[in-house]
């Protein structure tokens, strides 16, 4: 069955960074737009990032824009989210998701979800 397992989390200062890792197994991976979402405390699930299968086209909410990058190895079925200058209104669990389809920030339209990954920033 499909998989996505989610690491690189934790508890760091405000500028600091984190690498966020999500590996998937059991589909054809390079098949499937990689979205990243994430959700804070008390709020609902928010859009972060998604990336095309090939890794060519990505998309950012501006929250994020210039600070995240999401990228993807194909060869190692992994997906992962760079983020620098963290602040404190980054903190979250974060999830990485999978969807067979074109671009969307929709989070009901990503067919495959992670366990998530807690990441808090401190200020």
């Known amino acids: 069955q499909v998989q996505l397992v989610e690491s690189g989390g934790g508890l760091v200062q405000a500028g600091e960074s984190l690498r966020l890792s999500c590996a998937a197994s059991?589909?054809?991976?390079?098949?499937?737009?990689m979205g990243w979402f994430r959700q804070p405390p008390g709020k609902e699930r928010e859009f972060v990032a998604h990336i095309s299968g090939s890794g060519s086209s990505t998309y950012y909410t501006d929250s994020v824009k210039g600070r995240f990058t999401i990228s993807r190895d194909n060869t190692k079925n992994t997906v992962y989210l760079q983020m620098n200058s963290l602040k404190p209104e980054d903190t979250a669990v974060y999830y990485c998701?999978?969807?067979?389809?074109?671009?969307?920030?929709?989070?009901?339209?990503?067919?495959?979800w992670g366990q998530g990954t807690q990441v808090t920033v401190s200020s």
């Open positions: 059991g589909l054809a991976f390079s098949n499937y737009r």
């Open positions: 998701a999978a969807r067979f389809g074109g671009p969307t920030i929709t989070a009901s339209e990503y067919k495959y």
